[in-house]
């Protein structure tokens, strides 16, 4: 049901013509893009203008720049148009995809490294029609992707590290703690490092996703610590790789030690107490949840998490 009479005038043509303005910046080229006539375009301007209260759009040097309050509904009316064409999507059955359907997925190198291959070969044996498309985990969470559809489902770190917002909703899949990689000598790996040891040695620091601050240094922050951070580097592996030419150490997802390539003159040892554990999270929008297509995606997600524990636990 609209809450607004306003809105009980826009039809699917307007919203279109919104978004494709909103796109291209241009009544002209939205016109030539629609096939349709620029009063056209001026007249649902028109209304649409007067169904949300706002110029939506000014000029500027032959632009037109969308006001603060079209960047903000942008994102939800592609989501009702995205919705809409979703429906052409599904048969009259038992609601399976009768067209080919690619995920759009956001998610960190955490992610690819241990979860994906399980979620793919679930993927080619339950959902055949379905191939995923992965874009990296930047800053933050993309919210207005995933109200808007850009984004099926992000996948980050929690509890607490990704960015909550009232239109998503999430749940834990996983659950990680850390090992220590070093390469500098010690008379017993079997001992964890001291704080002070941690943070005077120097570390290396992997940067798969930005961030202004990991878990790792927001938690020495918390007890009044920093570490002595040596280089960063954009892959676990390229990290791996320079302990075994530099006397560092390597905050390591313990997940991750059977998956890659160690050095034999690196050494595992366990991190100082307290050091922070970590969630692996799926974010989704609110108005997903009850999509049949998109249970089965999640469903993917917790059996590949479940079959990367109990293969880490067997070997």
């Known amino acids: ?11 699917l043509q307007d919203i279109v013509i919104f978004l494709n303005m909103f796109e291209k910046l241009s009544a002209r080229k939205t016109a030539e893009t629609m096939n349709i006539s620029q009063p056209t375009v001026s007249y649902c301007l028109k209304r649409l203008r007067s169904c949300f209260d706002d110029k939506l759009f000014s000029s500027s040097h032959g632009a037109l720049v ?13 989501n009702v148009v995205d919705s809409i064409n979703r429906c052409a999507e599904y048969d009259s059955g038992d609601g399976a995809f009768s067209v080919p359907k690619t995920w759009e997925i956001c998610s960190p190198e955490y992610f690819e490294l241990s979860l994906l291959p399980y ?4 993927i080619v044996k339950k959902m ?4 995923l498309n992965l874009e990296k985990l930047m800053r933050h969470i993309p919210v207005d992707k995933l109200i808007s559809g850009d984004v099926d489902l992000a996948i980050g770190f929690g509890p607490g590290y990704h960015q909550l917002h009232p239109d998503l909703e999430w749940e834990s899949i ?5 090992v220590c990689l070093t390469s ?5 790996y079997s001992i964890p490092l001291s704080i002070d040891e941690f943070c005077s040695i120097p570390n290396i620091y992997p940067t798969p996703w930005l961030s202004e601050k990991n878990m790792v240094d927001s938690w020495l922050d918390k007890i009044g610590k920093s570490r002595n951070v040596l280089s960063n580097a954009n892959t676990y592996q390229a990290a791996i790789n320079i302990l075994g030419k530099v006397p560092a150490t390597l905050a390591l997802p313990t997940i991750l030690v059977k998956l890659m390539k160690i050095p034999d003159e690196v050494k595992i040892c366990q991190p100082p107490h307290g050091f922070p554990t970590f969630t692996l999270d799926l974010i989704w929008a609110r108005d997903r949840s009850n999509s049949k297509e998109f249970i089965k995606l999640k469903n993917i997600m917790r059996a590949a998490a479940d079959e990367i524990v109990a293969d880490q636990v067997n070997t």
């Open 184 to 188: 500098c000598y010690r008379h017993d």
């Open 128 to 131: 055949p029609e379905v191939t």
């Open 1 to 11: 049901m609209l809450s607004s009479n306003y809105l009980k005038q826009l039809d």
């Open 174 to 178: 996983l659950t990680d703690t850390f």
């Open 119 to 122: 979620a793919l070969s679930n």
């Open 66 to 78: 969308p006001t603060a309050k079209a960047q903000k509904i942008a994102p939800y009316l592609k």
